[in-house]
């Protein structure tokens, strides 16, 4: 019969592309320590690995270190007080669908004390009201809100390359401005291959507070 085929077909063909991926993907040395299991085009490796309880960090630690640098740097965020999560729970295999994660940061001598909502899954955002109160009608399925007591910081860009300031103006910022080291052939993923085989963190900086 035609299905049968067809599904013969497919297995020759996706036992094709396991045999070629395998050719480059050393699987036993990619698992880790994680407990064995198949290798599958596109399953894990490469992109969808953050997404699995043994491979990754969800959408807080795949998407946060981009979108969080400007809250975190502009606002000295550092060790919460409390973290209180809702989610849809997880099998201990993936990552939940969807979650929502209060951070409480607490007062310090340049700032009060900060919360910090954390919202992921497409469609799952801040209460519309927030954004409409500061002028923003449109509301992107990713991005930052930061909003303080003369404004609001707004990006719908998930490294903040584009944003709005709403309720206040541009201000001209005291800082020194990165060396452009002009090679961008090395990686973060090389960096961190260098840091750890010359056991020296700094060429592999992550830390955006320090």
């Known amino acids: 019969p035609y299905d049968a085929l067809l599904e013969v077909l497919l297995i020759a063909k996706k036992k094709e592309e396991i045999e070629k991926a395998l050719e480059r993907v050393d699987w036993k040395n990619w698992l880790g320590v994680a407990p064995p299991r198949e290798f599958w085009p596109g399953l894990y490796h490469t992109f969808q690995h953050r997404g699995w309880w043994d491979f990754g960090t969800g959408a807080l630690g795949d998407m946060a270190c981009h979108q969080l640098t400007v809250p ?8 919460p007080i409390s973290v209180v999560a809702k989610s849809t729970g997880h099998d201990f295999d993936s990552f939940p669908a969807s979650s929502i994660i209060k951070f409480e940061f607490p007062e310090t001598s340049e700032r009060p004390a900060i919360p910090f ?3 992921d899954r497409k469609g799952n955002k801040p209460p519309m009201e927030i954004f409409e109160k500061h002028g923003i009608t449109k509301v992107a399925d990713s991005g930052v809100l930061v909003v303080g007591e003369k404004g609001a910081f707004y990006s719908s860009d998930d490294y903040c390359g584009k944003y709005e300031l709403k309720g206040v103006d541009k201000v001209a910022a005291d800082f020194e401005k990165a060396e452009d080291k002009g090679n961008f052939d090395i990686t973060n993923m090389y960096e961190l291959f260098r840091a750890k085989r010359a056991n020296d963190p ?7 507070i320090d």
């Open 72 to 79: 975190f740097a502009s606002c000295g965020l550092r060790d």
């Open 117 to 119: 909502w954390w919202y």
């Open 202 to 208: 700094k060429i592999c900086k992550s830390n955006f």
